[in-house]
């Protein structure tokens, strides 16, 4: 069964420093997402992007957020210069109607 | 604004039927989804309503009531491995419209 895989499960960086997060959606799906969970809370959602571009953001998707499809099959996050407060489960998601969700990135900031 | 209101824990016995209730106050509603959520691991798809009713897919059922901006998640026979964090999400729009998340209520089965 097809699923979307994620790289790396668990990154660790220092405060100010760029991470990128990347994601293999499902080779059929149209649309791609992001969301965040932070420890013990719901899962949030961060951007969409369909076609090309950003479809829906959030308001949690600042300046210091991009998103980029590089390739066929990438999709990837990139945080400018993270901060404390970035650390949290990082999910993927593609679908074509229900979104199926990656086993997710969990990015340490210290 | 979007808010989803879950109860935040619920206990059940192993083989007994557990129901799982989510309200929900959105600015636009396209359907509502459940995901089961292990610790640590990844939300999965359970189950999507568009439409009021019932829908079915093996152990477990969700129903939906639009007028009443109410769902719920049913399971049956329950297993210890049910044992998990289920959340109810709305899509205000079709497309690549995000979903917006409830707190997830924590299943505790007991034997």
């Known amino acids: 069964e097809p699923e979307v895989t994620q790289t790396p499960s668990h990154q660790v960086t220092q405060m100010g420093q760029e991470v990128i997060l990347r994601c293999v959606p499902i080779?059929?799906?149209?649309?791609f997402y992001w969301y965040r969970q932070i420890l013990g809370q719901k899962v949030e959602f961060l951007v969409s992007?369909?076609?090309?571009?950003?479809?829906?953001k959030s308001e949690i998707f600042d300046d210091q957020f991009s998103v980029e499809r590089p390739d066929g099959s990438n999709f990837t996050l990139k945080i400018r210069s993270t901060k404390l407060e970035d650390s949290a489960m990082y999910f993927c998601?593609?679908?074509?109607?229900?979104?199926?969700f990656g086993p997710g990135t969990r990015l340490t900031v210290t | 604004g979007q808010s989803l209101e879950q109860p935040s824990e619920v206990t059940a016995v192993e083989g007994a039927i557990v129901q799982m209730n989510c309200t929900y106050q959105?600015?636009?509603?396209?359907?509502l989804s459940w995901y089961q959520q292990h610790d640590g691991g990844a939300p999965t798809f359970l189950s999507y309503?568009?439409?009021?009713g019932l829908e079915e897919t093996g152990r477990f059922s969700s129903f939906l009531s639009r007028s009443d901006s109410y769902g719920y998640l049913l399971l049956q026979e329950l297993q210890m491995k049910d044992s998990a964090s289920y959340f109810c999400?709305?899509?205000?729009?079709?497309?690549?419209?995000?979903?917006?998340f409830g707190k997830g209520t924590h299943l505790i089965i007991q034997p």
């Open positions: 992007f369909y076609n090309n571009e950003i479809s829906e």
């Open positions: 309503n568009a439409l009021d």
């Open positions: 998601a593609s679908s074509e109607d229900e979104q199926y």
């Open positions: 080779s059929n799906h149209l649309y």
């Open positions: 959105t600015s636009g509603f396209y359907g």
């Open positions: 999400a709305v899509k205000a729009g079709g497309g690549a419209d995000g979903l917006t």
